[in-house]
C-alpha cells in the first residue's frame, strides 16, 4: 500500500505544488510530471533533506515539462479558457508565470515568474498587461523578419490587436499588428505569424511569390499554420 502526502514544506514549481508518494515496496526516488502534476515517488526511509536535494536538481527539467503541458490544447480545452485564480498558470512569449491575486488597486506587477493582478478585475488586467508586455518583443521580432526579407525600411508602426478576426494584418503602409493572444502560443507559432505578416510588406497578396518568401525564411511554415488552425481557438 503506498501513502501520499504533500512534502512539509509545501514546495512548488512554477506554481504547482509538488506531491510525495512513498511506499513500503519502492527502493528508489522517482519524479513524475504528468498532467500538470508534479510528483515524487519515494521509499518510506528516504529522508526529506534527500527529497529537497533530488528535486532541487531536476528544477529545471520539472519546469520545461510543466511549460510544454501549459501550451498543450488539451489542457485548455479541459477548462475551456484561462483560469483567473490564485496560483493559476499563465503561458507568456515561451515563459511559464503564475498568476497572484492581491487586494489592489494598483496595475499588475511582475516580479520574476510570479505576475501580481488585482483581485477585483484580474482577467481586465491580465489582458492590458499582456497587450503593453508583448509590444517591445512583437516589434522586435518584426523588424527582425523585415530585415531577414529585405524590407527593414518598409515596416512602418507595430501594434498589438485585439480582433476578434485576424491574428495578423498588415496595411498598404506597412504598419502591423499582431493580436495579443499570441503571446499564448508556441514561440515557432507566433514567429510563423510575425513572419506571415512581415511578407506583406513585399507583396500585398497571397500569390506563388508570397509564399515564396515565406518559405524561402520559412521551409516549414506549413505545420504552423496548421497548428494555429487546429487550435487556435484554445488560445
Not at 501520499?4 to 509538488?18: D, H, N, R, Y
Amino acid at each position: 500500500m503506498g501513502m501520499s502526502a504533500q512534502l512539509p514544506t509545501q514546495w512548488t514549481i512554477s506554481g504547482v505544488p509538488v506531491t510525495v508518494k512513498r511506499s513500503l515496496r519502492r527502493r528508489t526516488v522517482a519524479l513524475q510530471v504528468r498532467d500538470g502534476a508534479v510528483t515524487i515517488h519515494a521509499p518510506v526511509h528516504v529522508p526529506v533533506a534527500f527529497l529537497e536535494d533530488f528535486l532541487d536538481s531536476r528544477r529545471e527539467w520539472v519546469e520545461h515539462h510543466l511549460m510544454r503541458y501549459a501550451a498543450r490544447p488539451s489542457a485548455a480545452c479541459r477548462t475551456g479558457r484561462q483560469e483567473y485564480t490564485d496560483g493559476a498558470p499563465f503561458l507568456f512569449l515561451g515563459e511559464l508565470l503564475t498568476l497572484r491575486l492581491v487586494w489592489s488597486d494598483k496595475t499588475p506587477l511582475r516580479v520574476e515568474n510570479d505576475l501580481f493582478l488585482p483581485v477585483e478585475i484580474p482577467e481586465q488586467a491580465l489582458e492590458e498587461w499582456v497587450r503593453a508586455a508583448c509590444l517591445p518583443p512583437y516589434t522586435a521580432l518584426l523588424r527582425y523578419y523585415a530585415q531577414v526579407l529585405g524590407a527593414g525600411d518598409r515596416l512602418g508602426t507595430v501594434r498589438v490587436s485585439k480582433t476578434t478576426t485576424r491574428w495578423g494584418s498588415c496595411s498598404s503602409r506597412g504598419d502591423i499588428r499582431l493580436h495579443w493572444k499570441l503571446s499564448r502560443a508556441p514561440l515557432e507559432v507566433l514567429h510563423y505569424v510575425a513572419l506571415h505578416e512581415a511578407a506583406h510588406l513585399l507583396e500585398m497578396n497571397h500569390s506563388p511569390r508570397y509564399w515564396a518568401h515565406v518559405a524561402r525564411v520559412m521551409p516549414g511554415w506549413q505545420m504552423h499554420r496548421r497548428w494555429l488552425k487546429e487550435n487556435g481557438q484554445t488560445l
